[in-house]
């Protein structure tokens, strides 16, 4: 399994709706990474677990709260958000540092 | 100065044609270097690995140069199918953990 899978693919929420973004990958990578890319723009990194422990936070709003349950999984908890939050949600994995990542196809996120 | 810059494109070659293009770092500590190949709404996918001594794959050479702080792409025998966005990726710093992603270039392959 070659695979990091995402879900759902596709998203609409309301500003005051609570919703979660998940994220699977059964590669044994140790370190997981939640990205957000806007049309025509780079994937901005948001958040990096490494072995299970949030390691980087890139001051991330509050209402974007990740989770790593275990080693295979990777939770985006969403409340509150604005508009302006809606993009492409990429999650990703690596074996290790240095190597490159495994990207999901993404959760497409519409904030209403 | 950004992290990493690229020229955005886009490249608009015939098939069949050689297309390069650089990407810039500003970080002499960086250590590990992708290239990484995007379509239109879809997820970012390796195209390769940058190493010093430079590395080919098939059509695909990547070379780094450490003293100018920057690598390069070279597409050759051009394909329809490689029209996407590329997508510079290097590592900040020390972090090997946190890549920073640069703009991409765009390459449009013609008939």
């Known amino acids: 399994d070659t695979e990091v899978t995402q879900t759902p693919k596709h998203l609409v929420m309301g500003m005051t709706n609570k919703k979660s973004l998940k994220c699977e990958q059964h590669m044994g990578h140790r370190a997981m990474y939640w990205y957000k890319q806007k049309a025509k723009k780079p994937p901005e990194l948001m958040f990096v677990?490494?072995?299970?422990?949030?390691?980087i936070n890139e001051s991330v709003p509050s209402r974007f709260s990740p989770e790593c349950p275990n080693s295979s999984l990777l939770n985006l908890h969403l409340h509150a958000l604005q508009p302006e939050d809606s993009a492409l949600y990429l999650c990703?994995?690596?074996?290790?540092?240095?190597?490159?990542?495994?990207f999901g196809s993404g959760t497409r996120l519409t904030v209403v | 100065r950004k992290e990493v810059e690229q020229d955005p494109g886009p490249f608009n070659v015939p098939e069949g044609a050689t297309v390069a293009f650089n990407c810039t770092y500003s970080n002499s500590a960086s250590q590990s270097f992708f290239w990484y190949r995007q379509d239109c709404r879809k997820e970012p996918k390796l195209l390769m690995s940058v190493y010093s001594s430079g590395n080919e794959d098939g059509r695909f050479t990547a070379q780094l140069n450490r003293a100018s702080q920057y690598i390069s792409l070279l597409i050759r025998d051009s394909k329809l199918s490689d029209s996407a966005t590329y997508l510079c990726?290097?590592?900040?710093?020390?972090?090997?953990?946190?890549?920073?992603f640069g703009a991409g270039t765009t390459v449009t392959v013609r008939a």
């Open positions: 990726v290097v590592n900040i710093g020390s972090n090997d953990y946190k890549l920073s």
């Open positions: 990703a994995s690596s074996h290790a540092q240095g190597d490159g990542y495994t």
């Open positions: 677990y490494s072995y299970e422990k949030l390691s």
